[in-house]
């Protein structure tokens, strides 16, 4: 392993109305939470995330789930966003030298008849802002298995 290969890497985040799964390929290491987010006041301050959010109560305390939402995928991209960067910092600690990572984003529900150039682009927006230098959209129903398969092998499969 060359010495800036021990401070990159490539993520497989996988979004459901249920789970948040962001996984390195090839390594096994993963953060699985439920998406939702504790926020607090119109600044929208983030009291929590996960499980610890879901549980949480007060007057001015509005814990949402950014991934359910009736027409589309993504109904709060602002939570959404804070919450993939959440996520993303689990898995990559707080290494200040890593280098931004590539992030393979798989939307696993509400993609009957594939992804509209909207709803591609919601993703990797919410990729790019959760600190990828780079995005790859995977549209296939076809789970991806982080540990058997590289991000350089799902490009070359989907043609970008």
Known sequence: MSFLQKFKCD?????SVKQLSVQV????ERADLSPYIAIEGKKKNVLAVGDNAKH????NITVINPFDHKRSFVGDFACAEKLLQYAVREVLGNNKFSISPRIVIHQLEKVDGGL??????VLKELAMGAGARQVLVYNHSVRIHA???SYAALKKQIGS
Do not use: K, P
């Open 25 to 28: 390929f090839g390594t096994g």
């Open 11 to 15: 993520l497989l985040v996988e979004l």
């Open 56 to 59: 949480l109560s007060g007057s």
């Open 116 to 121: 509209t150039d909207i709803e591609e682009r």
């Open 147 to 149: 540990q058997q398969t």
